[in-house]
């Protein structure tokens, strides 16, 4: 939403709505809590982790730039274009969850995971060192607003745990059952 314009001030409604899934079948996502907060804006669905705030957010947007933007963000596994994945349904490891929001602390700048990064012998002589390249993937501006999004989680919303953590930002959320 950022990259397409919209500020984190920009409000988007939190309230039930179903989706048609195909013959009479229809998806009646809700939040976790199973609150609903009316209009929220962008930077507090994110803290709080507002489920239908993202998903109205991704309809508005269309997922097709919403995954392109995951793919340059480093995403690899499968992301189809429902609005389930706005929330979390499809692949991604742990890792390249956490390369992707690095960008964001990088000035938009996305740097695949190494497993290595220097090699030495046992006297400490450096024989081999990675040398990471950046890839502009966001706007600057858009990347230190995001930045200033992902901590709010820990000052404001679901990641207050995190506070004590000098200069902490964070993304929290939920799967299924709790897994």
């Not at 929220?40 to 997922?63: C, K, P, Q, Y």
């Amino acid at each position: 939403a950022l990259n397409e314009g919209w500020s984190q001030y920009k409000t988007v409604e939190d309230s039930p709505k179903s989706w048609p899934l195909g013959g009479r079948r229809r998806w009646s996502p809700k939040n976790y809590d199973g609150r609903w907060r009316g209009r929220v804006s962008l930077r507090n669905a994110v803290a709080w982790s507002v489920n239908m705030a993202a998903i109205r957010t991704a309809d508005a947007i269309g997922m097709p730039k919403i995954i392109a933007l995951a793919r340059r963000l480093g995403l690899k596994g499968e992301l189809k274009p429902h609005l389930a994945t706005a929330i979390g349904a499809g692949g991604a490891s742990t890792l390249e969850l956490a390369a992707a929001y690095g960008a964001f602390a990088t000035h938009g700048r996305f740097v695949a995971p190494s497993p290595i990064t220097m090699v030495k012998d046992r006297d400490g002589n450096i024989l081999d060192q990675e040398q990471p390249s950046a890839v502009q993937v966001v706007d600057t501006d858009v990347a230190k607003e995001m930045g200033e999004m992902l901590r709010a989680v820990v000052t404001s919303g679901t990641g207050r745990t995190a506070s004590a953590i000098p200069d902490a930002h964070g993304k929290t959320g939920t799967t299924n059952d709790d897994r």
